[in-house]
């Protein structure tokens, strides 16, 4: 009975998810409509979450357009007309940083 209780447990803490509400269902990107991070409509209990950044969130993209490496006498050129994607990250905007805590004067 205990093994029961504990399997009970543990598989509703896994349908709970990453935030508290949120849907359990499968996800439905291909399904419905994109909707915008920032937009109106990117609301939890509206949107699926995977599909969508929600509270706030946006997503921070960086690529890299160089076109000169230092290395060219040496053979190392970068295609012609190409770029790439430093990487993706997920963040939030907010118009403060976060409180941080004090810097300690002697360094430790």
Request: aromatic letters at 8%.
């Amino acid at each position: 009975m205990s093994r029961v209780l504990a399997l009970a447990v543990l598989a509703q803490g896994a349908l709970a998810g990453l935030y508290p509400g949120l849907t359990t269902a499968n996800h439905t990107c291909s399904l419905v409509p994109p909707v915008l991070s920032c937009s109106e409509g990117a609301q939890p209990g509206l949107v699926d979450t995977c599909c969508v950044e929600t509270f706030g969130g946006l997503v921070l993209q960086t690529q890299f357009w160089n076109t000169y490496t230092g290395l060219e006498s040496e053979g190392q050129l970068l295609p012609k007309d190409a770029w790439t994607i430093h990487g993706l990250w997920p963040g939030t905007f907010r118009p403060r940083p976060p409180p941080y805590p004090p810097a300690i004067v002697d360094g430790s």
